[in-house]
Structures are given as structure tokens and as C-alpha cells.
């Protein structure tokens, strides 16, 4: 057991100039902190299989969820049920910051669409 941090986590690169920080990653559960720059989005997909919680840090998200559109603000947050079609985007001037959190770990069940 260890103490996480973005400083210490592993780091990825997505998207168009998006960041990722893996600050937990097993078999049943992924938490990952991500920065996106004013502009970027990620593309519309679902998951089969994994279920999603959203928490803004900074930022405002706009995340358009089965055709509706959502401003989360920081200290809010927005849960994703497996299945549900969703696309994350930062539309203000600002960094979006987050975590995310995925249960269980939806990286090999993203389906874009």
C-alpha cells in the first residue's frame, strides 16, 4: 500500500492534448484523474460492461448523456450506467480537471459510436 498522486501515477496522453493519470488500476476498478484543455472532447461511446462516476475538480464538464446535455461543476458529479451512450467535452476557457472512476475498469469496453 502507498500514498497516490498524480505526480506519482502513470501518466497518458489521449485525445488531442488530453491528459490521464492511472491513480488506481486493477482487474475490478480504475480511478483516473484527467485534464482536458478548453476545446477538447473525447469521441461519443459507451460501455458494455463498465459503469462510470464523473467528479469535476476544476472546470466546468459538458457531458451529453443518451442525447441531453449536462453542465457539472466542480464538487458535482455525474454517474454513467453501463450502456449509456455519453461524450465528455471541456466548451469554457478554463483546463477541465476530474476524476474518473470505473467499475470495472472500462478501458478494453469502450465502443465508439
Known amino acids: 500500500m502507498a500514498v497516490i ?20 488500476k486493477s482487474e475490478s476498478l480504475s480511478v483516473i484523474q484527467e485534464r482536458v484543455p478548453s476545446g477538447c472532447s473525447e469521441a461519443r461511446h459507451f460501455h458494455n460492461k463498465a459503469e462510470q462516476f464523473f ?9 451529453e448523456f443518451e442525447g441531453k446535455i449536462f453542465r457539472v461543476k466542480p ?3 455525474i454517474h454513467i450506467p453501463a450502456g449509456s451512450r ?22 478494453s469496453d469502450r465502443i465508439e459510436i
Open 5 to 24: 498522486s498524480k505526480q506519482s501515477a502513470e501518466h497518458y496522453t489521449w485525445g488531442n492534448k488530453c491528459d490521464g493519470w492511472h491513480l488506481v
Open 55 to 63: 467528479f469535476i475538480l476544476s472546470g466546468i464538464a459538458t457531458m
Open 75 to 77: 464538487n458535482e458529479g
Open 86 to 107: 455519453h461524450q465528455l467535452s471541456n466548451q469554457h476557457e478554463i483546463d477541465l480537471i476530474f476524476t474518473v472512476t470505473s467499475t470495472p475498469p472500462s478501458h
